[in-house]
């Protein structure tokens, strides 16, 4: 079974950057449209940014636009989150995950499709 993994977390300072990389085990990323989505402490797991399987679409919550960049590697399979100027309150756990992208663009920006295993998530804490 398709399932996702993150990695490229880490402990950043406010400003700071960090990238993150979304890999398949099991299954393969192509023809998937792939979003990004976080969870902080205590609250619910919401969408941050989706990219289109051609790569050639991305959305991005109001949040993150304009510091983060969402996009893929098809030779190497991989989906990249790009994070720049980040804040404290991008702390989080980030996920990625198979969604749709048609959802994502009518507004519903914290769905997945039901396909593949949420993965392990990465850690991204930003403080100083």
């Known amino acids: 079974q398709l399932q996702f993994v993150e990695s490229g977390g880490g402990l950043v300072q406010p400003g700071g950057s960090l990238r993150l990389s979304c890999r398949a085990s099991?299954?393969?990323?192509?023809?998937?449209?792939i979003g990004w989505f976080r969870q902080a402490p205590g609250k619910a797991r919401e969408g941050v940014s989706c990219?289109?399987?051609?790569?050639?679409?991305?959305i991005y919550v109001d949040s993150v636009k304009g510091r983060f960049t969402i996009s893929r590697d098809k030779a190497n399979d991989l989906v990249y989150l790009e994070m720049n100027n980040l804040k404290p309150e991008d702390t989080a756990v980030y996920y990625c995950?198979?969604?749709?992208?048609?959802?994502?663009?009518?507004?519903?920006?914290?769905?997945?499709?039901?396909?593949?295993?949420w993965g392990q998530g990465t850690q991204v804490t930003v403080s100083s």
């Open positions: 990219i289109s399987d051609s790569g050639g679409k991305t």
């Open positions: 995950a198979a969604v749709s992208f048609t959802l994502w663009s009518s507004g519903r920006v914290d769905t997945k499709l039901d396909f593949g295993s």
């Open positions: 099991g299954g393969t990323l192509a023809h998937l449209d």
